[in-house]
């Protein structure tokens, strides 16, 4: 059973481009919520999506946007990318999003140049 | 929002206990104390998770006091392999975009 998957593993992108992350979610959860962690600093919630819809967000600007697909699956998308949105970026999923996240993926790192 | 506090590095030799204690003092009525595991280049572990008093599992185990205003994360015999960061969470099952990822504490065991 495939846990949380994410794509790209690497991906490197110039300011001001735009770029978008994929995450698919443990089989059987419905629930994927997507943070952001910087070098040496813990994860930072950026937003949960529960039946396609965004339920709830963390302190990130609107160029962080996302989108949820009926069979679970999640994007984030960041537009006009800023030297500071270099990071790792974890997607996690989780049955109703009423627990913590239980199955993180091993993240997309996004370098910017 | 309850903030976390947790020691920023720990070493300890394979074999031993490693207890890693967090300090929540204004935890919430409805919040819920959890802890992960994270190495490089990898996303967080789920540990455990607890409310009061003691909860265990195959890994770990959770000691939380009557006022809740902390808790300890007990590793026993750990080994070179639980090298890692260990991240204290607290929040409501409603909640769970405030939570805080705080620094976490780096472990590491030497042999």
């Known amino acids: 059973d495939a846990g949380v998957t994410q794509s790209p593993t690497h991906l490197i992108k110039t300011r001001g481009q735009q770029v978008t992350l994929r995450c698919s979610p443990k089989s059987g959860h419905d629930t994927v919520s997507w943070y952001q962690q910087a070098l040496g600093q813990g994860p930072q919630f950026i937003f949960q999506?529960?039946?396609?819809?965004?339920?709830q967000r963390g302190n990130f600007p609107d160029r962080f946007s996302g989108h949820q697909f009926p069979n679970y699956s999640s994007e984030l998308n960041v537009n006009a990318l800023l030297l500071g949105d270099s990071a790792l970026y974890l997607c996690?999923?989780?049955?109703?999003?009423?627990?913590?996240?239980?199955?993180f993926g091993d993240g997309t790192r996004l370098s910017i140049l | 929002l309850a903030k976390t506090t947790q020691p920023i590095s720990m070493d300890s030799y394979e074999g031993q206990e490693v207890n890693i204690t967090c300090s929540h003092n204004?935890?919430?009525?409805?919040?819920?104390i959890t802890w992960y595991q994270q190495f490089p280049s990898q996303g967080p572990r789920f540990i455990i998770q607890?409310?009061?008093t003691k909860v265990t599992n195959e890994v770990a185990s959770l000691f939380i006091p009557a006022d809740r205003k902390s808790s300890t994360l007990s590793l026993p015999r750990v080994s070179l392999s639980d090298t890692a960061v260990y991240y204290c969470?607290?929040?409501?099952?409603?909640?769970?975009?405030?939570?805080?990822f705080g620094a976490g504490t780096q472990v590491v065991v030497t042999p």
């Open positions: 999506y529960y039946e396609e819809e965004e339920r």
């Open positions: 607890g409310y009061k």
């Open positions: 204004n935890i919430a009525t409805n919040d819920y």
């Open positions: 996690a999923s989780s049955l109703d999003g009423l627990l913590p996240p239980q199955h």
């Open positions: 969470l607290v929040g409501a099952t409603d909640s769970w975009g405030k939570l805080q």
